[in-house]
């Protein structure tokens, strides 16, 4: 067989053409045809983004045969029903079938032949089709609009301008009309620094800027030589000493010639995550400079953002960042009016184990949750987009630990952590991923794998699928991390956290030593939303029905980014795994997923 064109019982594939491939990139040459090869990303990222790269740069076309059905395929040895995967571990397999096979488990060919053309009208059929640049709107309006919660969603191309209208992309916030850029800070896990700088506007790109990472070894020196080009680009290494940790925080420290702005948000800093997929924002108030010979108490939140940012940039012990904890003394955080929950590497006890992970909002809910009348009934959402071991079964973190730490509320209510109102998990299915704006591609940024899935086949009957329709945006997969507490009428809101913590014990920590330590292995940075901040009088937030609709906004509806309630996945449902085929159904756009 040649290598673009390949024929078995699943159909026929063959390698296709990207709009995207450069002129440049090298070829091999096959029997029959000429692959052009693309390089891998410029940048350091995890496995699945780079299999994502790679079938976005070469995509493999799904082709029907005509009159051939797809052959039975072998009895799995690995075949448990519960667990969404029919999985081949068959012996007699190749070396170079060492992924694991993923059964049919679909539609005939006819169906998704009409499926696709379908998806094929209602995809963009051209980049400038719903074009969204980043001064199409005044971003003074796009800021009146997300009072008074400062909360934003990223632009998305390809879904219609109307939901945009709220939404931002990297250059409105970098731009010039939100304050003379003096020097930045960028904290991110994935970053390409050639498109980061790009991003900022032409009399900005020769600011400081510093750039906080968690890379080692072979990926720091190559960031490093990445970053070499530009003298104004510093680098600060986060350190990681705890195996598995990742530095996944994703915040910008904008010091202005008027005063400074915190962002914290869920994007990295590459181009994929600010094109089409479905990213969270909080951007913080203009904050102004304190007069000479302020006492050290001034310009402190109600909320108490200041000393919980400084003690978060504490965490690092850096030289670098201590600088930036003395441009944070000298403004006024005070119209802050969010609360900072924030996830640093280390083993924790006695108080210190209330200031991070799962337990810092423990901490905040228990003391600063008004009385809600029948709490104990509210559902709590968690939504994510890549998952943890959570092991063998819900009791050992999910519904224990984790669990209780989310539906606490208040210092009276006590809420059983094995109550009957499981928490509702959202993380996009298969058929999410297979019909979205980027096709099987935007399960790159999902990384969910075979192997941790197959070890928790209990997870998946909590999982619902992504929908949203109110912002528009059931297309653009999810890269947001969103937590809540909602009435079981879905009308209101109890609390909302966003943030770049997924469902993992490495983002939000777990207990050791008798419950008397808190284990957390990663930076990770959200802001929480309580109604008693924004002084409201029912101590709840209403839910926006149509998140860019002004018809009956009133102050207190909070933009609630995805449809509630959540709708379960069905009998036909898969979570979707990164590093397994998918051959049966063409995705958006007629291609199929065989990662390598």
Known sequence: ???????????????????????????????????????????????????????????????????????????????????GWCLSSSEDESQQEK??????????????????????????????????????????????????FCFYLTKVTGVKPKYNTGALHIKDILSPLFGTLVSSVQFNYCIDIAWLVKQYPEEFRDKPLLIVH??????????????????????????????????????MLLLYKEGLRV???????????????????????????????????????????????????????????????????????????VYLVGSTPGRFQANDKEKWGHFRLRKILREKCSPIAGVESWHVIGQFSSIGSMGSDQSKWLHSEFSESLKTFGKGVKTLPHSGNPLQLIYPSVDNVRTSLEGYPAGGSLPYSIQTAQKQPWLHTYFHRWK??????????????????????????????VTSANLSKAAWGSLEKQGTQLFIRSYE?????????????????KVKLNIYSNEGATTGTFPVPFDLPPERYTGKDRPWVWNIPYVNAPDSHGNIWCPS
């Open 1 to 83: 067989r040649s290598a673009g064109s390949q024929q078995g019982s699943y159909g026929k594939w063959t390698l296709s053409s990207s709009e995207d491939e450069s002129e440049d990139q090298g070829t091999s040459s096959t029997s029959s045809s000429k692959v052009k090869v693309s390089p891998p990303p410029q940048y350091p990222c995890s496995d699945a983004r780079k299999e994502s790269y790679k079938r976005k740069s070469n995509p493999l076309k799904f082709e029907e045969i005509p009159g051939k059905e797809p052959s039975p395929a072998k009895k799995p040895k690995i075949d448990r029903e519960d667990s």
């Open 99 to 148: 992924t694991p096979k993923l059964e049919s488990v679909g539609s005939s060919n006819k169906v998704e032949k009409a499926n696709l053309q379908k998806e094929r009208r209602r995809s963009p059929v051209s980049v400038d089709k719903y074009r969204t640049p980043s001064d199409a709107q005044d971003p003074w309006d796009v800021l009146q609009s997300g009072e008074p």
């Open 214 to 251: 968690g890379e080692k070894q072979e990926s720091k020196t190559r960031l490093h030589e990445d970053a070499h080009p530009y003298e104004n680009v510093r680098l600060c290494q986060a350190r990681l000493d705890m195996a598995f940790g990742t530095h996944h925080t994703k915040m």
């Open 263 to 337: 962002v914290i948000h869920t994007s990295n800093l590459i181009r994929d995550d600010w094109y089409q997929k479905t990213q969270g924002i909080w951007l913080s108030p203009l904050y102004p400079k304190l007069p000479e010979g302020s006492s050290s108490l001034a310009g402190e939140s109600k909320t108490n953002f200041r000393s919980d940012l400084m003690a978060y940039l504490a965490s690092y012990n850096s030289p670098s960042l201590r600088e930036w904890m003395d441009i944070i003394k000298q403004h006024d955080l005070s119209e802050t009016r």
């Open 468 to 497: 949203a329709e109110t912002s528009g945006r059931s297309r653009a997969m999810p890269h947001i991390k969103t937590y809540m507490r909602v009435s079981p009428d879905c009308q209101e809101l109890a609390w909302f956290l």
């Open 525 to 541: 940075l959200g802001v929480l939303f309580l109604p008693s901040a924004f002084d409201l009088p029912n101590g709840t937030f």
